[in-house]
């Protein structure tokens, strides 16, 4: 009989969660109210980590790819300034990574798809955040670098995908001539993954990276 397979963990199974107490500092003592629970709430978001859990790091690592954090690391000259966070309790917008970053002392702009979040597929929500990067590229004058690998839309998310890859279309097109964009691709990339990085001033490709285009 063979036995299930368990993961490493990076937890201590021992260790007791430390109590924390929001309140309103200076106040009489009373029932917690919606303050407390807004407090809590912001605390909780705050601890999420950012990210993947090791077992999809670990499915990445076996295809011989690196997760976007590992991307944006090598990339980068000095810890970068993550932007629009995903607050959604859905984790909506989680499979896509913006930043401003000091790339060889430049600013730039980078996006990257987190595949080990719903393969690196778009949402509304990571395309209001894609087109606010993309506007703030424009702002700024600063280069766009994409580390592209996605799966396209999110499809459960039905219009919500479409809509997304359009807001990110328009501002994309708005920078265009602007500020110079360079797209990276990296695994198999399908419908709006491929549709967008094409738009770029320049393409970088290797052989094991695929572009799907997809319709009805």
């Known amino acids: ?16 969660p430390k109590g924390k107490r929001f309140a309103i500092p200076g ?10 629970e807004a407090l809590k709430a912001g605390w909780e978001l705050q601890q999420r980590p950012k ?11 076996q295809k011989n790819r690196m997760t976007v954090w590992e991307r944006i690391t090598l990339l980068v000259d000095s810890k970068p300034t993550i932007l629009f966070q995903n607050w959604g309790p ?10 401003l970053a000091k790339v060889g002392g430049r600013n730039v702009a980078i996006y990257g798809h987190d595949f080990t979040v719903r393969a690196g597929s778009i949402d509304a929500t990571n395309g209001s955040k894609l087109a606010q990067l993309f506007e703030t590229a424009g702002k700024l004058g600063c280069p766009v670098v994409g580390l ?11 219009v919500g995908g479409l809509d997304g890859y359009a807001e990110a279309f328009r501002a994309f097109r708005e920078i265009s001539g602007r500020v110079p964009s360079i ?14 990085p094409r738009q770029g001033s320049f393409v970088i490709q290797p052989n094991d990276t695929f572009f799907g285009l997809t319709g009805p």
């Open 1 to 16: 009989m063979v036995g299930s397979v368990k993961s490493a963990r990076l937890t201590n199974p021992f260790h007791e």
């Open 27 to 36: 106040e009489i003592a009373r029932e917690a109210g919606i303050y407390e």
């Open 51 to 61: 990210g993947a859990p090791l077992a999809a790091i670990e499915r990445q690592h």
């Open 90 to 99: 859905n984790l909506d917008g989680a499979s896509l990574v913006t930043a």
């Open 148 to 158: 592209n690998d996605s799966a396209g839309a999110f499809v459960p998310a039905g």
């Open 183 to 196: 797209m990276c691709m990296f695994g198999f990339n399908a419908g709006g993954g491929s549709y967008l």
